[in-house]
Antibody
């Protein structure tokens, strides 16, 4: 069974850094396309970043240069390093796995809340 | 960037109603479109992919149609469990979600 569990969220001051983790089970992270999607309070879904099985990475313009997606193949874990955090980065962050070739997302974690506030 | 626009933003309906939600892409995305259902405090759930393919385990009252720039999600007979927010998502070029349509009880 595919499972995704996000951790690492919390309260952080503007300008700070945080690293989110997404532990996967039931499949191999390195063989799949993985992504981060966020949802600000009361708002819609926003794609944030993706990493392909070959290692290519992609970012939304809103986080480019500040966020870095990576994975640890030995731990089957996906990461999102978030630097220079701003108030508008406040959101629930979900990791998700697609069905292949950068498509849609049948598998989601439960999400972790990041709050950027002083 | 491809923009996705859903309508309406909110829809009031009763159990048993036929419900249709529209999604428009700012440029052609062929059939590279998915629909999700989200309930408060929960992760989105995939309903439809490739515009009209029903995800395994999803009730057959859900259906999707369209291609190019115009798409629809239809619920043939609304059930109590269907009151939720629905999102379309394009995956033709990167990934973009619509702003969501909330289906509420009339």
């Amino acid at each position: 069974e595919v499972q995704l569990v996000e951790t690492g969220g919390g309260l952080i001051q503007p300008g700070g850094s945080l690293r989110l983790s997404c532990a996967a089970s039931g499949f191999t992270v390195s063989s799949n396309y993985m992504t981060w999607v966020r949802q600000a309070p009361g708002e819609g879904l926003e794609w944030v970043s993706a990493i392909y099985s070959g290692g290519s990475t992609y970012y939304a313009d809103s986080v480019k240069g500040r966020f870095t997606i990576s994975r640890d193949n030995s731990k089957d874990t996906l990461y999102l390093q978030m630097n220079s955090l701003r108030a508008d980065d406040t959101a629930v962050y979900y990791c998700a796995r697609d069905r292949g070739s950068g498509s849609y997302y049948p598998y989601w974690g439960q999400g972790t809340l990041v709050t950027v506030s002083s | 960037d491809i923009q996705m626009t859903q309508s309406p933003a909110t829809l009031s309906a009763s159990v048993g109603d036929r419900v249709t939600i529209a999604c428009r892409a700012s440029q052609s995305i062929s059939s590279w479109l998915a629909w999700y259902q989200q309930k408060p405090g929960k992760a989105p759930k995939l309903l439809i992919y490739k515009a009209s393919s029903l995800e395994s385990g999803v009730p057959s009252r859900f259906s999707g149609s369209g291609s190019g720039t115009e798409f629809t999600l239809t619920i043939s007979s609304l059930q109590p469990d269907d009151f939720a927010t629905y999102y379309c998502q394009q995956y033709n070029s990167y990934w973009t979600f619509g702003q969501g349509t909330k289906v509420e009880i009339k």
